[in-house]
C-alpha cells in the first residue's frame, strides 16, 4: 500500500482543516488506517483510526469531540476532518495503514502499522 497525506497547512485556532490520504494497492479495502502525528521534540503519537468497512473508529483523548476519521473504499481514500483546532494540535500529520489487523481490532500503536505516508504539515497559530 502506498499512502499520500494532503492537506495540511496554517490555520487560526478555533479554525478547520480535512486532511486526505490516498492509497494504491490493493491491500487498502483490508487494511485498518490511522493518522498520527508528531510535534517537534516530540514522539510519534495516535490520533484516529477507523475499520476496514469504517463502521468503528477510534480517537485520542486529545482529539475525541474534535476530529473525526472516515473513509471511502471505492475511491480509496482516508479523511480527518479537524475542527477547533488548538495550538496543540500543531505536528507533522502521517496516514497509517495496517493491513494485518486482526478482525475488528483497531490498533493504535505505531508498530502495528506497516505503511506510512510521507506527512503533512499543520500549523495552528494563535
Known amino acids: 500500500v502506498q499512502l499520500q497525506a494532503s492537506g495540511g497547512g496554517l490555520v487560526q485556532a478555533g479554525g478547520s482543516l480535512r486532511l486526505s490520504c490516498a492509497a494504491s494497492?490493493?491491500?487498502?479495502?483490508?487494511?485498518?488506517m490511522g493518522w498520527f502525528r508528531q510535534a517537534p521534540g516530540k514522539e510519534r503519537e495516535f490520533v484516529a483510526a477507523i475499520s476496514r468497512t469504517g463502521r468503528t473508529s477510534d480517537y485520542s483523548a486529545a482529539v475525541k469531540g474534535r476530529f473525526t476519521i472516515s473513509r471511502d473504499n471505492d475511491k480509496k481514500t482516508v479523511w480527518l476532518q479537524m475542527n477547533s483546532l488548538k495550538l496543540e494540535d500543531t505536528a507533522v500529520y502521517y496516514c497509517?495503514?495496517?493491513?494485518?489487523?486482526?478482525?475488528?481490532?483497531?490498533?493504535?500503536?505505531?508498530?502495528?502499522?506497516?505503511?506510512w505516508g510521507q506527512g503533512t504539515l499543520v500549523t495552528v497559530s494563535s
Open positions: 497509517a495503514a495496517d493491513a494485518t489487523a486482526i478482525l475488528s481490532n483497531i490498533p493504535v500503536d505505531t508498530a502495528s502499522y506497516e505503511y
Open positions: 494497492g490493493r491491500a487498502f479495502n483490508r487494511a485498518v
